[in-house]
C-alpha cells in the first residue's frame, strides 16, 4: 500500500534552516509528483511547492521563493523539503503530498511538527 | 491569484442531517481540478473529492460533490459521527494551489 512516512518534528531557533524527509513506499517512486503543504495552527493548509520525481524539476510558492528548496533522491524513494532563515511564523506542521493521475493529492505523509522558537 | 471562500465558517447539525458545504472562487476554476478534504484534530488532510464530484478510494457515498466555474457544493448526506471535522476546497490546478478557509461541522 501507498506510504508516505516523514520524518520526526523538530526544533529550531530563529535564523536556522529545516529538512524534511519523505520516504515513499508502495509504489514506483518516479511515477508520481510530491507536493510540500504547511499548516499553521488554526490555519488552513498552505501549498509550499512541487518536484516532479521523475527528472527534479520544480516549482516554489511565490511566498517562499528564495528560502524553500525541495529535492530528492531517488535512490532512497525520498524527497525533501528544506527551509531556511526561519522565523517563528514558520512554527507549522509540514506535509508531503503524493499527486495522482488526476492531479489529486490522495496521500498524505503523517505530517513534521517544527516549532522555530528562541 | 485564486481565492476560495468557504460558508458557512460553522455548521451546527445532528447525525443523520444532511450539510451542504460551499466553496466560492474569486475567478472560474478548472472543475477537473477542484478537490474537498476532511481533517480531524491532529491528522493530515483526507481526500474526499477531486475533480469536483469524483469520490476518492474508500470514500462513503453519502459524500458528493457538485458545481462549476465559481461555485461548488460539497454534500453530505446523513452524517455519521465520525463526520464531524473541518472540510476545505481546494483548486489545485494552479500555484499556489490554495486552500479555502474551511468549515467546520459541529454536533
Known amino acids: 500500500q501507498v506510504q508516505l512516512v516523514q520524518s520526526g518534528a523538530e526544533v529550531k531557533k530563529p535564523g536556522a534552516s529545516v529538512k524534511v524527509s519523505c520516504k515513499a513506499s508502495?509504489?514506483?517512486?518516479?511515477?508520481?509528483?510530491i507536493h510540500w503543504v504547511r499548516q499553521a495552527p488554526g490555519q488552513r493548509p498552505e501549498w509550499m511547492g512541487w518536484i516532479k520525481t521523475a527528472n527534479g524539476n520544480t516549482k516554489y510558492s511565490q511566498k517562499f521563493q528564495g528560502r524553500v528548496t525541495i529535492t530528492r533522491d531517488t535512490s532512497a524513494n525520498t524527497a525533501y523539503m528544506e527551509l531556511s532563515s526561519l522565523r517563528s511564523e514558520d512554527t507549522a506542521l509540514y506535509y508531503c503530498?503524493?499527486?495522482?493521475?488526476?492531479?489529486?493529492?490522495?496521500?498524505w505523509g503523517q505530517g513534521t511538527l517544527v516549532t522555530v522558537s528562541s | 491569484e485564486i481565492v476560495l471562500t468557504q460558508s458557512p465558517g460553522t455548521l451546527s447539525l445532528s447525525p443523520g442531517e444532511r450539510a451542504t458545504l460551499s466553496c466560492r472562487a474569486s475567478q472560474s476554476v478548472i472543475s477537473s481540478y477542484l478537490g474537498w478534504y476532511q481533517q480531524k484534530p491532529g491528522q493530515a488532510p483526507r481526500l474526499l473529492i477531486y475533480g469536483t464530484s469524483r469520490r476518492a478510494a474508500g470514500i462513503p457515498d453519502r459524500f458528493s460533490g457538485s458545481g462549476s466555474g465559481t461555485d461548488f457544493t460539497l454534500t453530505i448526506n446523513r452524517l455519521e459521527p465520525e463526520d464531524f471535522a473541518v472540510y476545505y476546497c481546494?483548486?489545485?490546478?494552479?500555484?499556489?494551489?490554495?486552500f479555502g478557509g474551511g468549515t467546520k461541522v459541529e454536533i
Open positions: 503530498a503524493r499527486e495522482g493521475v488526476a492531479g489529486q493529492w490522495e496521500y
Open positions: 481546494q483548486q489545485f490546478a494552479i500555484s499556489p494551489a490554495p
Open positions: 508502495g509504489y514506483t517512486f518516479t511515477s508520481n509528483d
